[in-house]
């Protein structure tokens, strides 16, 4: 009788330690499929190509209503320095449209101390402003000076696609692409080798 009494509690025990690895395994297995589902996330976001808005600096005329539109529709004020977008005017008569790029491998993102900047399921970066502190880590990062800190809320500001711009630009000097059709629209390299040449002085990074 008592041998009974132990082997049942002896396999009871057994029961419990394997129920108790049977968790853990579950709890492994879990941690491992939603680590393969972020992953996939993230290469269906590259696949499907991430979208940007780009302008020709041969058509622009400097007129700054890309940069005016969004204080005007967001804020309702006209304030350059309020804006999430630039344009820069390199002499003799050139005219540069800026916009976030969003860049495959986001080094805004990487540069966040707070984890404020994020990818949404559409491909684009956005800033959490409830975590955002304006560190301006993200500002420094970014290889085409295309966040900015603004001055009233001293929270980082960016381009997120919106396409307001694109829709009131009086000669169509800006659109939304990828990098895929940019290549096919640009296929002479006319406009690329423009930024490129003026890089310099296009992504210095505005002293606050």
């Known amino acids: 009788m008592n041998t009974d009494k132990a082997h049942a509690n002896c396999e009871f ?24 589902t972020l992953n996939l996330f993230e290469q269906v976001i590259i696949m ?6 780009y302008g020709d600096p041969d058509v622009c005329t400097g007129c700054m209503v890309c ?19 630039r344009a820069v005017r390199i002499e003799p008569g050139l005219d540069f449209p800026l916009f976030c790029r969003n860049c495959e491998d986001v ?5 966040c101390p707070e984890n404020a900047l994020m990818r949404t399921s559409k491909g684009i970066v956005i800033v959490n402003k409830k975590k955002c502190k304006g560190h301006g880590d993200c500002v420094v990062a970014c290889p085409y000076a295309a966040i900015r800190i ?35 629209r640009d296929a002479d390299e006319r406009m690329s080798k423009l930024y ?4 310099e002085e296009l992504y210095e990074k505005e002293v606050s």
Request: aromatic letters at 6%.
């Open 196 to 199: 490129e040449a003026h890089k």
């Open 48 to 53: 499907t190509e991430l979208k940007f808005v």
């Open 107 to 111: 080094p805004c993102i990487e540069a």
């Open 13 to 36: 025990s057994w029961n419990l330690r394997s129920g108790d690895t049977g968790m853990r395994r579950v709890e492994h297995r879990s941690l491992r499929q939603l680590r393969d």
């Open 150 to 184: 603004n001055p009233d809320t001293n929270k980082a500001i960016k381009c997120i696609q919106c396409g307001q711009c694109v829709d009131r630009c009086p000669v169509d000097a800006i659109w939304i692409t990828t990098e895929g059709e940019l290549a096919k």
């Open 67 to 85: 940069v005016n539109v969004y204080t005007m529709f967001y804020l309702k004020v006209i304030s350059p320095e309020r804006s999430r977008v």
